[in-house]
């Protein structure tokens, strides 16, 4: 249970390190004259690489028996999309039927990276870098 745990912790603190990525990429991108869906689509994209690669070396330390390294991205990218769409759906869910996250659409954020952020794991732990 300790290593689940410690693991969890891991990959929350990748995404926290690949939120700012995320972030700073779209921005850097939208600053190059990238229009907004694009320059989205791009810095998700890019993001998505960086937590397969942050966190096959430091919350997994391997990778799936079986897989050649761009399959198992593939997979890893494919596994989280589910992930993304329940933080936005739990981020949408939050901000209109809570009114301190309608106030304060960080909280509706968080919510939805939290819920998001623990199916993403579920997901990976068992299917991309199961030992």
Same mark, same amino acid.
Not at 16 to 28: H, I, K
Not at 93 to 119: D, E, N, Q, R
């Given at each position: 249970?300790? @290593?689940? =745990?410690?693991?969890?912790?891991? #990959? %929350? /603190? !990748? &995404?926290?390190? !690949?939120?700012? =990525?995320?972030?700073?990429?779209?921005?850097? #991108?939208? @600053?190059?004259?990238?229009?907004? $869906?694009?320059?989205?689509?791009? *810095?998700?994209? /890019?993001?998505? !690489?960086? *937590?397969?690669?942050?966190?096959?070396?430091?919350?997994?330390? %391997?990778?799936?028996? &079986? =897989? $050649?390294?761009? *399959?198992?991205? &593939?997979? #890893?990218? /494919? +596994? @989280?999309s589910p992930g993304a769409v329940m933080n936005a759906v739990v981020s949408l869910?939050?901000?209109?039927?809570?009114?301190?996250? %309608?106030?304060?659409? /960080?909280? %509706? !954020? #968080?919510?939805? +990276?939290?819920? &998001?952020?623990?199916? $993403?794991y579920l997901l990976a732990s068992r299917y991309i870098f199961k030992h």
């Open positions: 249970m300790m @290593q689940h =745990l410690v693991k969890l912790w891991k #990959f %929350a /603190l !990748v &995404g926290c390190v !690949v939120l700012v =990525l995320d972030t700073l990429m779209f921005t850097a #991108f939208m @600053q190059f004259g990238l229009r907004p $869906n694009v320059a989205r689509i791009a *810095s998700v994209f /890019l993001a998505m !690489v960086c *937590s397969w690669i942050l966190n096959r070396v430091f919350t997994f330390k %391997a990778g799936k028996p &079986g =897989l $050649n390294f761009m *399959s198992e991205c &593939g997979a #890893f990218m /494919l +596994s @989280q869910w939050a901000f209109h039927h809570i009114a301190i996250a %309608a106030t304060y659409p /960080l909280i %509706a !954020v #968080f919510l939805g +990276s939290c819920v &998001g952020m623990l199916l $993403n």
